[in-house]
Nanobody
Framework: QVRLVESGGGLVQPGGSLRLSCAASGSIFSIGVMGWYRQAPGNQRELVALITGAGTVNYADSVKGRFTISRVNAKKTVYLQMNSLKPEDTAVYFC?????????WGQGTQVTVSS
């Protein structure tokens, strides 16, 4: 059984930084694309950033220049460094991993940006 566990969320003031982590465990041979998504109250879940196994990245326009996605394949872990946070970044952040057996999601971690 595959499991994804996010960590690193919390409350931060506008302009601050947070680093999210997502570790995959279970019966995993290899992981393809990993990504971060977010969902604010009343909104649909939206893509934040993606990274392939080779390190190619893609970002939502709203986070370009502020967020950085990275991964350590040996640790089956993906990270999201979030800088210059804004109140509109407030949401539950989910990680997603693409495996041969399908896509898997974490349970989510809350990020709140407020003064």
């Amino acid at each position: 059984q595959v499991r994804l566990v996010e960590s690193g969320g919390g409350l931060v003031q506008p302009g601050g930084s947070l680093r999210l982590s997502c570790a995959a465990s279970g019966s995993i041979f290899s992981i393809g694309v990993m990504g971060w998504y977010r969902q604010a109250p009343g909104n649909q879940r939206e893509l934040v950033a993606l990274i392939t196994g080779a390190g190619t990245v893609n970002y939502a326009d709203s986070v370009k220049g502020r967020f950085t996605i990275s991964r350590v394949n040996a640790k089956k872990t993906v990270y999201l460094q979030m800088n210059s946070l804004k109140p509109e970044d407030t949401a539950v952040y989910f990680c997603k991993a693409g495996l041969n057996s399908g896509d898997y999601w974490g349970q989510g971690t809350q990020v709140t940006v407020s003064s």
